[in-house]
Nanobody
Framework: QVQLVESGGGLVQPGGSLRLSCAAS????????MGWYRQAAGKRRELVAA???????NYADSVKGRFTISRDNAKNTVYLQMNSLKPEDTAVYYC?????????WGQGTQVTVSS
């Protein structure tokens, strides 16, 4: 089993930045794919960015050039650096990871972009 704990959400003005963190309860070497999803009110959950098997990274078109996913293997943590935030980025952001074919989710962290 894997526990994922997100942190770093909050309220930010348009154009601002936030960094989300996802701490895993086991080595992230064994967690693929692993990344971030988001769900806005009344909308379906969607992929934001993820590390895929084989080392590639997927980004949603809407965040390319603004968001960057990274990982610190020593800390078992994956990050999402979000720059140039827009009101449409407002959502609950969830960390997701697969271990031995089973998917796990964190509890989510709210990101609100508003002036």
């Amino acid at each position: 089993q894997v526990q994922l704990v997100e942190s770093g959400g909050g309220l930010v003005q348009p154009g601002g930045s936030l960094r989300l963190s996802c701490a895993a309860s086991r080595s992230i070497f064994s967690l693929y794919p692993m990344g971030w999803y988001r769900q806005a009110a009344g909308k379906r959950r969607e992929l934001v960015a993820a590390f895929m098997s084989g080392g590639s990274i997927n980004y949603a078109d809407s965040v390319k050039g603004r968001f960057t996913i990274s990982r610190d293997n020593a800390k078992n943590t994956v990050y999402l650096q979000m720059n140039s935030l827009k009101p449409e980025d407002t959502a609950v952001y969830y960390c997701n990871a697969y271990y031995l074919g089973v998917g796990y989710w964190g509890q989510g962290t709210q990101v609100t972009v508003s002036s």
